[in-house]
């Protein structure tokens, strides 16, 4: 990543991450210690550490956590968080083993109380973020504010239809923010925050890196200016975007054969009967705004419920199987659980799975199951939705399964059958991501999913998927 930036017509700087993996809970392709970590911070765009979101790690006094963060202050380093949630004397305590920042932010008390904490407020976008109810909370506090604006996850088809950060400014503007302040929330307090002394700023001594608008108000770019020379004219792009190829190591990370029947089939213990089982429950949606709906159904809770058996089977109704494989040639493990409200028809499978980035599938027939995990595998990673048999839609991603090497175009495209096929399969969705994608982030509450089975974040402990 770091060398196919080198000859961009921009400024790309990397974190280090602190999270690999993200918690005990999964089997990760690798594990970062802090011996990496160092190494890392002396490559030339390296600029920090990524987010710290092991926050359970870091308050208990987790050794390794305790190693990463001192290897990060000893180098003087950048630390950027993420804690879901965290108040009071917890959150105090993170703050003081290191983390500087936090994007993690979906209330106004949460937000507010991390703010006045000293973190630097890293805001989102308006799927996940009241943002007019945030502008006029704000305006209520003294300046000068810590706060930034950043994207985390953009979708192809949102990066192509709304735009990056200028879509970011341009919804703040648009909610009662002033407009030098949005301006001033992803120019000059970012590069302060990252200890850019030479960027953030049009100044002596500050590098001429310019954006030229058309309207302020609109925040629609015209012309964009890299170290003094124009790359942007009349909102297009004039500089030449040298194709730098991947390491074919790169694109040989799915490293599963291929799957037969018999891993999406679950054998109950009785033959006929009630089963009583431990069931991941997402959220039925209720027609709320973007911003309510993402926060109402990514916090999964884990519910017991009671199903039939008959000759050997279950009988699921509503609930769909999720398994969760193993991909990267470690371990192997298989994760097997239930999920409810999350897809009524086919399948689901996917190695975009944070953080670890396993092969995740959900479903309501084996036989779609199958036939989607083994697309993704013989695509070398992506996601790919089938029903009945027939495959509805399909992103490759064979780059780390988890990047395409195709353009913005045709990738939009591609998500954009994607969430069809979701609509036609009655699979929940939300522009922000799919949920699939977050039901193996396993340090996000309440209750998730990995390779080693169903996990309670709260609780910190596996669960079962027959409940006793």
């Given at each position: 990543?770091?060398?196919?930036?080198?000859?961009?017509?921009?400024?790309?700087?990397?974190f280090?991450?602190?999270?690999v993996?993200?918690?005990?809970?999964?089997?990760a392709?690798?594990?970062?210690t802090?011996?990496?970590?160092?190494?890392?911070?002396?490559w030339?765009?390296?600029?920090?550490?990524?987010?710290?979101?092991?926050?359970?790690?870091?308050?208990?006094?987790?050794?390794?956590?305790?190693?990463?963060?001192?290897?990060?202050?000893?180098?003087n380093a950048?630390?950027?968080g993420?804690?879901?949630?965290l108040?009071?004397?917890?959150?105090?305590?993170?703050?003081?083993?290191?983390?500087?920042?936090?994007h993690?932010?979906?209330?106004?008390?949460?937000?507010i109380?991390?703010l006045?904490?000293?973190?630097?407020?890293?805001?989102?976008?308006?799927?996940?973020?009241q943002?007019?109810?945030?502008?006029?909370?704000?305006?209520?506090?003294?300046?000068?504010?810590?706060?930034?604006?950043?994207?985390?996850?953009?979708?192809?088809?949102?990066?192509?239809?709304?735009?990056h950060l200028?879509y970011?400014?341009r919804?703040?503007?648009?909610?009662?923010?002033?407009?030098?302040?949005?301006?001033?929330?992803?120019?000059?307090?970012?590069?302060?925050?990252?200890?850019?002394?030479?960027l953030?700023?049009?100044?002596?001594?500050?590098i001429?890196?310019?954006v030229?608008?058309?309207?302020?108000?609109?925040?629609?770019?015209?012309?964009?200016?890299?170290?003094?020379?124009?790359?942007?004219?009349?909102?297009?792009?004039?500089?030449?975007i040298?194709?730098?190829?991947?390491?074919?190591?790169?694109?040989?990370?799915?490293?599963?054969?291929?799957?037969?029947?018999?891993?999406?089939?679950?054998?109950p213990?009785?033959?006929?009967?009630?089963?009583?089982?431990?069931?991941?429950?997402?959220?039925?949606?209720?027609g709320?705004?973007?911003?309510?709906?993402?926060?109402?159904?990514v916090?999964?809770?884990?519910i017991?419920?009671?199903?039939?058996?008959?000759?050997g089977?279950?009988?699921?109704?509503?609930?769909?199987?999720?398994?969760v494989?193993?991909?990267?040639?470690k371990?192997?493990?298989?994760?097997?659980?239930f999920?409810?409200?999350?897809?009524?028809?086919?399948?689901?499978a996917?190695?975009?799975?944070h953080?670890?980035?396993?092969?995740?599938?959900?479903?309501t027939e084996?036989r779609?199951m199958?036939?989607?995990?083994?697309?993704?595998?013989?695509t070398?990673?992506?996601?790919?939705?089938?029903k009945?048999?027939?495959?509805?839609?399909?992103?490759?991603?064979?780059?780390a399964?988890?990047?395409?090497?195709?353009?913005?175009?045709?990738?939009?495209?591609?998500?954009?059958?994607?969430?069809?096929?979701?609509?036609?399969?009655?699979?929940?969705?939300?522009?922000?991501m799919?949920l699939?994608?977050?039901?193996?982030?396993?340090?996000?509450?309440?209750?998730?999913?990995?390779?080693?089975?169903?996990f309670?974040?709260?609780?910190?402990?596996?669960?079962?998927?027959?409940a006793?």
């Amino acid at each position: 990543m770091l060398e196919n930036t080198k000859q961009l017509p921009m400024k790309v700087y990397f974190f280090a991450p602190t999270c690999v993996p993200e918690c005990n809970a999964v089997t990760a392709g690798a594990e970062i210690t802090d011996r990496d970590i160092g190494e890392m911070l002396d490559w030339q765009g390296i600029v920090g550490l990524g987010e710290v979101m092991d926050f359970n790690g870091v308050i208990a006094g987790n050794e390794k956590m305790v190693r990463i963060l001192a290897m990060g202050r000893s180098k003087n380093a950048v630390i950027d968080g993420h804690c879901v949630f965290l108040s009071g004397k917890e959150l105090n305590a993170y703050i003081a083993a290191g983390p500087e920042a936090d994007h993690e932010n979906f209330t106004l008390e949460s937000a507010i109380e991390k703010l006045r904490s000293g973190m630097y407020l890293k805001l989102r976008g308006p799927h996940v973020l009241q943002i007019r109810e945030m502008v006029k909370a704000l305006t209520e506090l003294p300046k000068p504010w810590n706060i930034i604006f950043v994207t985390d996850d953009v979708m192809p088809d949102i990066l192509k239809t709304c735009g990056h950060l200028d879509y970011i400014c341009r919804k703040f503007i648009e909610n009662g923010m002033d407009p030098v302040e949005a301006i001033r929330s992803v120019t000059l307090r970012p590069a302060e925050h990252m200890r850019f002394h030479d960027l953030g700023a049009i100044a002596p001594g500050k590098i001429a890196d310019i954006v030229l608008l058309k309207n302020l108000e609109k925040f629609e770019v015209d012309t964009v200016i890299s170290d003094g020379t124009p790359v942007v004219k009349n909102s297009n792009l004039i500089a030449p975007i040298p194709r730098i190829q991947f390491d074919p190591k790169a694109q040989d990370t799915v490293i599963l054969k291929k799957l037969s029947m018999e891993d999406f089939e679950v054998k109950p213990p009785i033959t006929n009967g009630k089963l009583k089982l431990n069931v991941i429950d997402f959220a039925s949606p209720n027609g709320q705004d973007d911003q309510t709906s993402f926060l109402q159904l990514v916090l999964t809770n884990l519910i017991q419920t009671e199903i039939d058996v008959r000759d050997g089977k279950l009988e699921l109704g509503r609930i769909a199987l999720v398994t969760v494989f193993e991909r990267h040639g470690k371990s192997g493990g298989k994760g097997t659980g239930f999920v409810r409200n999350l897809i009524q028809h086919g399948a689901v499978a996917s190695t975009v799975a944070h953080d670890a980035h396993n092969l995740i599938v959900v479903g309501t027939e084996p036989r779609d199951m199958y036939e989607a995990a083994n697309h993704v595998i013989k695509t070398h990673g992506g996601i790919t939705a089938v029903k009945g048999g027939r495959l509805l839609a399909s992103i490759e991603l064979p780059i780390a399964g988890l990047m395409s090497n195709e353009n913005l175009e045709l990738v939009s495209k591609k998500m954009l059958l994607m969430r069809n096929a979701f609509k036609e399969m009655q699979m929940l969705d939300h522009p922000y991501m799919p949920l699939i994608s977050l039901l193996t982030l396993s340090v996000v509450p309440h209750v998730r999913i990995t390779d080693k089975g169903i996990f309670d974040v709260d609780g910190q402990s596996f669960v079962k998927w027959q409940a006793s």
